[in-house]
């Protein structure tokens, strides 16, 4: 059974999940990417995933058959156990060292052919995985056990994935990540030093100084941050007050999906295709809504390594600044830097 | 300049190191680890190194010549300037979004042969770059302008090495490493909980238990830890109180050099040389002596891949519970588990 489980002597915790288990030889190298043949998420081999949670379908289509645009299931693997497996009563001390770890671990199926590049979706398909993010972030918001929904890529071998076909994953659990618990609190110690909200000001500054911005709309920007963890790291972030990306009606997450899908591909005609992680971070479920954060998507292109001194000091060495980065990004130069022993 | 930079909203500091500087070409897979032919590592090559900090070598032999067992010089792409370009003034309130990245960058050339696995050094020569670390460290904490000497190790590419030459690098900096902090402000907490040393009593609840030890001596444990972020982590602790790593004797480095060489051979016949990260967690140079820490060694085999949950949540999703971990390391079972999308 998966469980959480904690250090006796560091409060940092570590989801242990057998059942995503695989053979010793795995542990030689990095797993390959299945590719088309016998692709599980193509359409037509819909029997070969868990049944579907949701999908978006042509009318008179059956659940589980040909005839969808995104399809949700849940996660063949999953890192957790079902929310009704919760115990009533969850022993979690500070002190307790295990707890169950119960939640969903769904795949967003993102088309039903095997594309593998988000740049070959329309913006349209690409609106409609949006809106399934935030339909299944407001439906697992229903149960009240559940207190996060973190919505996240891994695209290319470099960056985890092990399936080609594209695809998003959805994890709710019952606790809030730690990323996201901090991010939180820094985003109200920063507003309330400044008495505004803290990514409102961030927003007129880069828009100001637009050294790091690689796409601006009437409704979000897209830039490298200041203090980059990763090189060429890209984060999207609403121009407005918005905490809660549910908070999106169709129109906006239609003028999203443009944003993003331009983003993307600017990095993968910079990059070629690059191998990189994506992350959209949002509000808890029981606090949609908050004064001083924006919630935001963080794209890593993963073309560094990282070693033993990020492991080691909990920092990160880049060595492309970000006014490079959203250069190399938007095609205006092609070098920048790269971490070398 | 290499710098660190602050985020305007988050504490998080990043250092940028434009030095560290590669082709843009790299980007496009991670780096390829150079092999014998022409290796600048390799008896012979002296004069492709900056200039050597430190050696062990035959009597008589001159600096930057043949003739040594251990080489210490400093990184050709180093992440730090050197200490002396600090300037006497550090503008760095909390407020501050930069300061100069000062310190020393060395690499620790641990053999003049082209060796690239640590089970091919014999007892005694590992034991030699435990003391020359140890000597390092106390070179380096004379200067008061550096705080912390992270010493780590980077094998295999996966690791984010890119010379396969066995060596270790050193990372000295005028700011002590957010996860050393965070470390030892745990281990105060927990000390104080337990009205003990949270470490001592760690090691002897691991003693006790049996259950994720993988090898103990009469001065050394190594084991998995209870909550081990990575598949096969494995933490060396001395099992008598110590905080400072330069406390250690001649004898007590080569008994330690001896636990090290057996646990690492193991973990490479029982994965086949994997790629790993190896770190040494020990106080800051201006608090050598804690009664709450212990300094210790922690290795991690790359044989899972960090992917967008771990970026997105702060905490890791592990196939490998540290009971089986041990087996495997042991060679009692070879079937554990990893990471699947």
């Given at each position: 059974?998966?469980?959480?489980?904690?250090?006796?002597?560091?409060?940092?915790?570590?989801?242990?999940?057998?059942?995503?288990?695989?053979?010793?030889?795995?542990?030689?190298?990095?797993?390959?990417?299945?590719?088309?043949?016998?692709?599980?998420?193509?359409?037509?081999?819909?029997?070969?995933?868990?049944?579907?949670?949701?999908?978006?379908?042509?009318?008179?289509?059956?659940?589980?058959?040909?005839?969808?645009?995104?399809?949700?299931?849940?996660?063949?693997?999953?890192?957790?156990?079902?929310?009704?497996?919760?115990?009533?009563?969850?022993?979690?001390?500070?002190?307790?060292?295990?707890?169950?770890?119960?939640?969903?671990?769904?795949?967003?199926?993102?088309?039903?052919?095997?594309?593998?590049?988000?740049?070959?979706?329309?913006?349209?398909?690409?609106?409609?995985?949006?809106?399934?993010?935030?339909?299944?972030?407001?439906?697992?918001?229903?149960?009240?056990?559940?207190?996060?929904?973190?919505?996240?890529?891994?695209?290319?071998?470099?960056?985890?994935?092990?399936?080609?076909?594209?695809?998003?994953?959805?994890?709710?659990?019952?606790?809030?990540?730690?990323?996201?618990?901090?991010?939180?609190?820094?985003?109200?110690?920063?507003?309330?030093?400044?008495?505004?909200?803290?990514?409102?000001?961030?927003?007129?500054?880069?828009?100001?100084?637009?050294?790091?911005?690689?796409?601006?709309?009437?409704?979000?920007?897209?830039?490298?941050?200041?203090?980059?963890?990763?090189?060429?790291e890209t984060w999207i972030v609403p121009r407005s007050?918005?905490?809660?990306?549910?908070?999106?009606?169709?129109?906006?997450?239609?003028?999203?999906?443009?944003?993003?899908?331009?983003?993307?591909?600017?990095?993968?005609?910079?990059?070629?295709?690059?191998?990189?992680?994506?992350?959209?971070?949002?509000?808890?479920?029981?606090?949609?809504?908050?004064?001083?954060?924006?919630?935001?998507?963080?794209?890593?292109?993963?073309?560094?390594?990282?070693?033993?001194?990020?492991?080691?000091?909990?920092?990160?060495?880049?060595?492309?600044?970000?006014?490079?980065?959203?250069?190399?990004?938007?095609?205006?130069?092609?070098?920048?830097?790269?971490?070398?022993?």
């Amino acid at each position: 059974v998966p469980e959480y489980r904690k250090d006796p002597i560091f409060d940092r915790r570590v989801i242990f999940a057998e059942g995503r288990s695989a053979r010793p030889h795995d542990f030689q190298a990095r797993p390959a990417v299945r590719l088309n043949s016998n692709c599980p998420f193509c359409e037509g081999s819909e029997r070969e995933t868990p049944g579907e949670l949701a999908a978006i379908r042509r009318p008179g289509t059956e659940p589980n058959s040909p005839g969808w645009q995104v399809r949700v299931v849940p996660n063949r693997y999953p890192a957790l156990d079902t929310i009704d497996a919760l115990p009533d009563q969850i022993p979690f001390a500070p002190q307790a060292s295990t707890m169950p770890a119960c939640g969903s671990h769904e795949v967003i199926i993102e088309s039903p052919h095997h594309l593998h590049a988000v740049s070959q979706l329309s913006d349209e398909q690409l609106a409609d995985v949006l809106r399934i993010y935030r339909d299944r972030l407001d439906c697992l918001r229903q149960d009240k056990r559940l207190r996060y929904g973190l919505i996240f890529k891994n695209v290319g071998a470099q960056a985890g994935a092990s399936l080609e076909h594209l695809h998003s994953q959805l994890i709710a659990t019952t606790i809030v990540p730690p990323v996201v618990e901090w991010e939180i609190g820094q985003s109200r110690q920063a507003s309330e030093q400044l008495g505004e909200c803290a990514w409102c000001r961030l927003v007129e500054d880069e828009l100001a100084s637009r050294e790091r911005i690689v796409l601006k709309t009437s409704d979000f920007i897209a830039f490298c941050p200041f203090a980059s963890r990763f090189p060429l790291e890209t984060w999207i972030v609403p121009r407005s007050h918005a905490s809660d990306y549910c908070g999106l009606d169709d129109a906006r997450l239609a003028l999203l999906a443009r944003e993003l899908r331009s983003v993307l591909s600017k990095l993968e005609s910079a990059l070629g295709t690059p191998a990189y992680n994506f992350v959209l971070h949002t509000t808890p479920f029981d606090t949609p809504t908050l004064d001083h954060y924006h919630w935001h998507i963080e794209i890593i292109p993963r073309v560094s390594m990282i070693a033993g001194f990020e492991w080691g000091a909990g920092y990160h060495i880049n060595a492309c600044l970000p006014e490079q980065a959203a250069r190399v990004i938007c095609g205006e130069i092609t070098a920048c830097s790269s971490r070398q022993d």
